[in-house]
């Protein structure tokens, strides 16, 4: 059973940093293409950043410079380090994992940027 657990979210303060974590379990971690969503109320669900398995990433215009996608093959965990926040990265934060032709979710976990 593939399994995608968030932590890390929270409310954070405008310029402020946060990281979030995302440990994966039921997969082959380290071939794993891994992910980070986000949807804000009101809006489409989005892509904020890809890592590969051979860890080329991209990322949505909105964070470049500013977020940063990384994964640990040990510990079977991706991370999403946010920095310089401002309030429209105020979002539910999904990590993804494309493995094997499957797509996986996480349930998501709230970061609200607010003063």
């Known amino acids: 059973q593939v399994q995608l657990v968030e932590s890390g979210g929270g409310l954070v303060q405008p310029g402020g940093t946060l990281r979030l974590s995302c440990a994966a379990s039921g997969i082959i971690f380290s071939i794993s293409t891994m992910a980070w969503y986000r949807q804000a109320p009101g809006k489409q669900r989005e892509l904020v950043a890809g890592?590969?398995?051979?860890?080329?990433?991209n990322y949505a215009d909105s964070v470049k410079g500013r977020f940063a996608i990384s994964r640990d093959n040990t510990k079977n965990t991706v991370y999403l380090q946010m920095n310089s926040v401002n309030t429209e990265d105020t979002a539910v934060y999904y990590c993804?994992?494309?493995?094997?032709?499957?797509?996986?979710w996480g349930q998501g976990t709230q970061v609200t940027v607010s003063s």
């Open positions: 890592i590969t398995a051979i860890n080329r990433t």
């Open positions: 993804t994992a494309r493995y094997r032709n499957g797509d996986y």
